[in-house]
């Protein structure tokens, strides 16, 4: 929506609940900026389509025709726009207020932000600062992936989504075209579950694996998530029947402590550098892990973690 309609709706709303006595079109026309005060059409147009706009996100535009009138006029009854009076407990305002602190995107960041405004304008009571333990626990969700937000807004809208995925075991990049039902994250990773029409099954996908642009598919609300459906079960089924596989990693000497302390074996290697083989199963998470070392590690196998590790390398180059 641009700028100047949401004005224009804006001082539409304002002006149709100050008035006290329903005010006609031609009023609206002349007491409301935006409205073209020339062309009768044109003008007729527009003011239907903002009140059908106006109702269709609950504002409740009233009409009234006057006897002595030969036009009907349109107001706001203010006790039909206002929220009731809001009553949270304590725990439910404090869950509200983390809310403003757990998301660091700011797509999420704004929702909960809002959120807190209209809260308290209602007169409740949302101190984020101090809703858990005196403010001593912080929390914070965030994610890299880049898909995330397409992903999320499609969940909220019920609208399919197609994408570029690299499955795990062939690590072939194939387009998939899914209706999300959700989105969830498991021990640090974050998954999609939803019904894979290439493959007519429900399927989890893990957004690290998405490469490049998400685009939606069909109307909103044309996705329906089945009843009963609990997809936090299907990650943690799938993330469990992902096949550990262990890398082979040179370090140097007296260096990467990190990866010492998790390897399942540690031999010397000679040349100053040793051998370790650490267990994995994402070759895009174990590649963001050692190329925090630089020059101290060095992935030599198998061929997909090292190339994975070699990808990450030389974005960073470019």
């Not at 100050?18 to 005060?37: F, K, M, N």
């Not at 000679?270 to 060095?298: K, Y």
């Amino acid at each position: 929506m641009s700028r100047r309609k949401t004005e224009r709706l804006l001082n539409l709303v304002i002006c149709l609940l100050a008035t006290r006595r329903p005010l006609s079109a031609e009023h609206i026309r002349q007491a409301v900026p935006g409205y073209d005060a020339d062309n009768d059409e044109a003008f007729q147009r527009m003011f239907e389509r903002d009140k059908n706009e106006l109702r269709e996100i609950g504002i409740p535009i009233e009409v009234h025709k006057d006897p002595w009138e030969e036009d009907p006029g349109y107001r706001i009854v203010r006790q039909a726009y206002e929220l009731p009076e809001i009553t949270l407990e304590p725990d439910e305002a404090a869950v509200v207020g983390l809310a403003a602190q757990v998301w660091q995107r700011a797509s999420l960041a704004e929702a909960a932000s809002g959120a807190l405004l209209k809260l308290r304008a209602g007169g409740v009571e949302t101190d984020e600062a101090y809703g858990v333990l005196g403010g001593a626990l912080e929390l914070r969700v965030d994610t890299q992936d880049p898909s995330f937000p397409a992903l999320w807004e499609a969940v909220r809208d019920r609208r399919a989504v197609r994408f570029a995925y690299r499955a795990a075991a062939s690590q072939n990049v194939l387009t998939r075209t899914v209706e999300p039902w959700g989105v969830v994250s498991r021990r640090g990773r974050w998954y999609m579950v939803g019904h894979d029409r290439d493959r007519d099954a429900p399927r989890v996908f893990r957004l690290s694996r998405i490469g490049g642009a998400v685009t939606t598919v069909g109307r909103p609300g044309s996705v329906t998530v089945p009843e009963g459906v609990d997809i936090k079960s299907m990650v943690v089924y799938s993330d469990a029947a992902v096949r550990e596989r262990t890398a082979l990693v040179r370090v140097r000497q007296d260096t990467c402590q990190g990866l010492r302390q998790v390897a399942k074996a540690v031999r010397p290697a000679g040349d100053g550098w040793d051998e370790l083989e650490v267990e994995f199963t994402d070759p895009g998470r174990l590649a963001g892990w050692i190329v925090g070392f630089a020059a101290d590690a060095e992935v030599v196998g198998p061929p997909d973690a090292r190339d994975a590790v070699i990808c990450r390398l030389k974005g960073a180059l470019a």
